[in-house]
């Protein structure tokens, strides 16, 4: 029977055998030698040794200091596979989390943490991906987004619009159904934000749709700064992009740029205010 192989919670090969979990320790000569999970926590001594190819136990010692538990192992298990998993997928982590514990015996799921826990840990996972894909990127004109960032699940373009390699780079995000909510929306709303915007950039800025009586946030674009010019070839790319804003986008520059000077307070003066009026 094959063994049951997995990925620790900290990325290192989890075997399960018999009731007890053990994590890869050496390799041996055409074997590898694997330690009991407690070996730290309750200095057990167990040990199995495995063939090279990990198909089959050909030792094992006997000397657990604990007995046996299955349900301890698939806990361990389920945890390991939350975080790849968070790391793969674009599932919501409530999904991901509801389709991990679907159908787990009650004793199983007596063990596991609250599923608060288990979501930050999908989350922790996705965070680990983000921060590698944009590590090692010092500069805008570096950047090299993954399909990940640019496409939804559905293949759909998120990216809408790139300005190109360089260090005044302009990126707009959106999608066929925001942008059409967005067309029929009697009011936008601008709100830019720079303290959660991505080291690389100096300003996520956002515009809102009314739907009813919501206000949702339908087109996320990032700015390297807040000049003016930065805000005319911003918008002027949206408004590129989406031709049938191109009146709305203009006269809204128009009226934050008389001043010509940086938007500092750009977050104060456009929030909850109806910037854009898209029908008569
Ligand atoms: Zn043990």
Not at 120 to 148: C, D, F, H, M, W
Not at 163 to 184: C, K, P, V
Not at 224 to 246: G, K, Q, V
Request: glycine residues 6%.
């Amino acid at each position: 029977m094959a063994l049951n192989i997995t990925k620790s919670q900290k990325n290192t090969p989890l075997l399960t055998h018999q009731g007890y979990s053990y994590n890869f320790d050496v390799d041996g000569v055409d074997k590898k030698i694997w330690r009991c999970v407690l070996r730290k926590s309750r200095n057990c001594l167990g040990r199995v040794h495995t063939d090279a190819d990990i198909t089959t136990v050909i030792s094992e010692s006997k000397n657990h200091n604990h007995t046996p538990n299955s349900a301890d192992c698939e806990k361990r298990e389920l945890l390991a596979n939350l975080k790849s998993t968070g790391k793969a997928s674009t599932e919501s982590t409530g999904g991901i989390v509801a389709t991990a514990i679907e159908g787990l015996p009650v004793a199983v799921l007596g063990k596991l943490p609250p599923l608060a826990s288990m979501k930050r840990t999908v989350q922790r996972a996705r965070q680990e991906t983000i921060q590698g894909a944009l590590k090692n990127v010092s500069s805008r004109s570096e950047l090299i987004l993954p399909e990940s960032f640019t496409k939804l699940k559905t293949g759909e373009q998120f990216l809408k619009f790139d300005s190109g390699n360089n260090n005044q780079r302009i990126l707009i995000f959106s999608t066929l159904d925001n942008l059409a909510q967005l067309s029929s929306s009697k009011h936008w709303y601008a709100d830019g934000t720079f303290k959660t915007s991505p080291s690389l950039f100096e300003q996520f800025f956002v515009i809102h749709g009314s739907l009813g009586e919501h206000v949702l946030p339908l087109v996320y674009i990032l700015t390297p700064n807040r000049t003016r010019s930065t805000y005319d070839r911003a918008l002027e790319a949206f408004a590129s992009a989406f031709p049938a804003s191109r009146q709305r986008v203009c006269f809204f520059f128009i009226s934050h740029n008389a001043s010509g000077a940086r938007f500092n307070n750009c977050q104060t003066s456009c929030t909850n205010i109806p910037l854009l009026q898209t029908s008569p």
